[in-house]
């Protein structure tokens, strides 16, 4: 069956605007994720981004899109040296630190991946790491010094940023303000110093290095994206993305080093993630609220209740993480994961007096309809989200008096399995005592709320002959644990 295919659209940073996302080669989206500079494990705000940018490509896929996704793996800069280099004497020769540097984001890189894989974050088409790219960069700036666009100086090049009118337009600074001439050898800066950028960086004593045209050297943290992406994606590409923080300086050197190489438009949609908050507070090691994967794992937090968390926020929105949020999210998830084992069974209705206002296909496409529109609409989760859970209360209450078909019950489920692709987060086939719990203490809630007490006595004496206890809690919800 061919598959409809939807034109989605998303918030573009260089616009300001939600436009729609028209791919380059008809039904294939080519996109570009910064990835993470392994030295050190992620957190969820990292973690965040990945989750989101995670999201956008399932959901072109499950659109009808092929997405061809790059990830690049940086593993040469400032902070990467600074760890890798501290206890090696003097003399260590360049192999050796190359090797020392090597253990350190090999290390990291693989628990990186475990991270994505725990979270089911999909891998990359392409994963490449910066130090394989190092020739690339170096042809990069020659063409960038050969349309007078980078210069020498000390044996670095830096970008000439008074050489490209466009510079500043992404991150939208207010050029009269700019100082133009100065430079800076650092990867990080703040925007009220925006000055000429290193895009090959001298080698300093105790640092490996590339031997380079300029002299031996590394490149700069912006050049490595730009080589990368226009290497595996080609010149022009659909969708590039990253946390906002990337936006200024990351991005706007990225587009200058690319589109001043090019010559026309790089990248047509520029996406960002917003931050994550912890407790209302911003994150920081000192405030002792500082989490990654691993930290949160060691406290019973299963990754895919964390994956739900954030995703079902949306993503140009801050995000306040808290644990009452962890609770409300499992909460959540119990609630789709019941409801998929009882479509899965035979119904069983009780009868009683019901009035359908609507069939329950239709009912279905309305939400399916809904739930879309949304997704496609700069990927508003929340809605989308919401149109499930509508659909839910009202096929539960319809099952609880006039049971679903089959068929009925079939195209609820590939629903499920449709927005599942998007999530991730409701397994396509429920089995085992703890889908069956849920489906149960579901059913239990719904006898309660339609204050059919025999029904609710039932069913809990169903949960003790399976050895389950209930305990009903002050939120409302029930937990269970084995007896
Ligand atoms: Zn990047």
């Given at each position: 069956?061919?598959?409809?295919?939807?034109?989605?659209?998303?918030?573009?940073?260089?616009?300001?605007?939600?436009?729609?996302?028209?791919?380059?080669?008809?039904?294939?989206?080519?996109?570009?994720?910064?990835?993470?500079?392994?030295?050190?494990?992620a957190?969820?705000?990292?973690?965040?981004?990945?989750?989101?940018?995670?999201?956008?490509?399932?959901?072109?896929?499950?659109?009808?899109h092929?997405?061809?996704?790059?990830?690049?793996?940086?593993?040469?800069?400032?902070?990467?040296?600074?760890?890798?280099?501290?206890?090696?004497?003097?003399?260590?020769?360049?192999?050796?630190?190359?090797?020392?540097?090597?253990?350190?984001?090999e290390?990291?890189t693989a628990?990186?991946?475990?991270?994505?894989d725990?979270?089911?974050?999909?891998?990359?088409?392409?994963?490449?790491?910066?130090?394989?790219?190092?020739?690339?960069?170096?042809?990069?700036?020659?063409?960038?010094?050969?349309?007078?666009?980078?210069?020498?100086?000390?044996?670095?090049?830096?970008?000439?940023?008074?050489?490209?009118?466009?510079?500043?337009?992404?991150?939208?600074?207010d050029?009269?303000?700019?100082?133009?001439?100065?430079?800076?050898?650092?990867?990080?800066?703040?925007?009220?110093?925006?000055?000429?950028?290193?895009?090959?960086?001298?080698?300093?004593?105790?640092?490996?290095?590339?031997?380079?045209?300029?002299?031996p050297?590394?490149?700069?943290?912006?050049?490595?994206?730009?080589?990368?992406?226009?290497?595996?994606?080609?010149?022009?590409?659909?969708?590039?993305?990253?946390?906002?923080?990337?936006?200024?300086?990351?991005?706007?050197?990225?587009?200058?080093?690319?589109?001043?190489?090019?010559?026309?438009?790089?990248?047509?949609?520029?996406?960002?993630?917003?931050?994550?908050?912890?407790?209302?507070?911003?994150?920081?090691?000192?405030?002792?609220?500082?989490?990654t994967?691993?930290?949160?794992?060691?406290?019973?937090?299963?990754?895919?209740?964390?994956?739900?968390?954030?995703?079902?926020?949306?993503?140009?929105?801050?995000?306040?993480?808290?644990?009452?949020?962890?609770?409300?999210?499992?909460n959540?998830?119990?609630?789709?994961?019941?409801?998929?084992?009882?479509?899965?069974?035979?119904?069983?209705?009780?009868?009683?007096?019901?009035?359908?206002?609507?069939?329950?296909?239709?009912?279905?496409e309305?939400?399916?309809e809904?739930?879309?529109a949304?997704?496609?609409?700069?990927?508003?989760?929340?809605?989308?989200?919401?149109?499930?859970?509508?659909?839910?209360?009202?096929?539960?209450?319809?099952?609880?008096?006039?049971?679903?078909?089959r068929?009925e019950?079939d195209?609820?489920?590939?629903?499920?399995?449709?927005?599942?692709?998007?999530?991730?987060?409701?397994?396509?086939?429920?089995?085992?005592?703890?889908?069956?719990?849920?489906?149960?203490?579901?059913?239990?809630?719904?006898?309660?709320?339609?204050?059919n007490?025999?029904?609710a006595?039932?069913v809990?004496?169903?949960?003790?002959?399976?050895?389950?206890?209930?305990?009903?809690?002050?939120?409302?919800t029930?937990?269970?644990?084995?007896?």
């Amino acid at each position: 069956m061919k598959k409809m295919r939807r034109t989605l659209s998303l918030f573009n940073t260089l616009t300001r605007r939600v436009e729609p996302v028209l791919p380059v080669t008809e039904g294939r989206i080519s996109l570009y994720t910064c990835g993470p500079t392994v030295y050190n494990y992620a957190h969820i705000g990292n973690l965040r981004t990945f989750l989101f940018q995670d999201l956008l490509k399932r959901t072109f896929q499950a659109a009808g899109h092929q997405v061809e996704h790059c990830m690049n793996i940086t593993d040469v800069e400032d902070k990467i040296i600074r760890d890798s280099q501290g206890g090696l004497a003097a003399d260590t020769s360049n192999e050796d630190r190359h090797t020392a540097m090597k253990a350190l984001t090999e290390r990291f890189t693989a628990i990186f991946l475990e991270d994505l894989d725990a979270l089911g974050i999909l891998r990359a088409d392409h994963l490449p790491k910066a130090t394989d790219f190092v020739p690339q960069m170096i042809r990069l700036i020659q063409d960038l010094k050969a349309k007078g666009l980078a210069y020498v100086r000390d044996g670095s090049v830096y970008y000439r940023i008074a050489g490209f009118p466009q510079y500043g337009c992404l991150a939208h600074l207010d050029r009269e303000g700019m100082q133009v001439g100065a430079s800076v050898d650092a990867d990080e800066y703040e925007r009220d110093s925006v000055t000429d950028f290193v895009l090959w960086k001298a080698t300093k004593p105790g640092e490996p290095r590339w031997d380079s045209p300029w002299g031996p050297g590394r490149p700069g943290w912006h050049i490595e994206c730009s080589a990368m992406g226009m290497e595996l994606l080609g010149e022009r590409m659909d969708i590039h993305s990253g946390g906002v923080d990337l936006i200024f300086p990351h991005h706007e050197n990225e587009m200058a080093q690319s589109e001043g190489c090019l010559g026309h438009r790089w990248v047509n949609h520029w996406v960002h993630g917003e931050f994550l908050m912890v407790e209302g507070q911003k994150m920081a090691k000192s405030l002792g609220n500082f989490f990654t994967l691993r930290d949160l794992m060691a406290k019973g937090v299963d990754p895919i209740t964390l994956r739900y968390a954030i995703q079902s926020n949306h993503y140009r929105k801050v995000l306040n993480f808290s644990f009452e949020g962890l609770r409300a999210a499992e909460n959540a998830l119990k609630r789709i994961r019941a409801f998929r084992v009882r479509m899965e069974g035979e119904g069983q209705a009780g009868g009683g007096p019901w009035k359908a206002s609507l069939e329950p296909t239709v009912r279905l496409e309305q939400a399916r309809e809904v739930f879309w529109a949304a997704m496609a609409d700069d990927l508003n989760t929340p809605e989308a989200l919401a149109a499930v859970f509508m659909l839910i209360t009202y096929l539960n209450a319809q099952d609880d008096h006039v049971a679903l078909t089959r068929e009925e019950r079939d195209a609820v489920l590939a629903f499920l399995d449709e927005t599942d692709a998007i999530f991730a987060a409701w397994p396509h086939q429920t089995s085992g005592l703890d889908g069956k719990v849920e489906a149960l203490i579901e059913a239990r809630r719904a006898a309660k709320a339609a204050r059919n007490w025999p029904e609710a006595d039932r069913v809990r004496d169903q949960l003790k002959a399976l050895g389950i206890v209930l305990e009903d809690r002050k939120d409302g919800t029930t937990g269970w644990r084995r007896g």
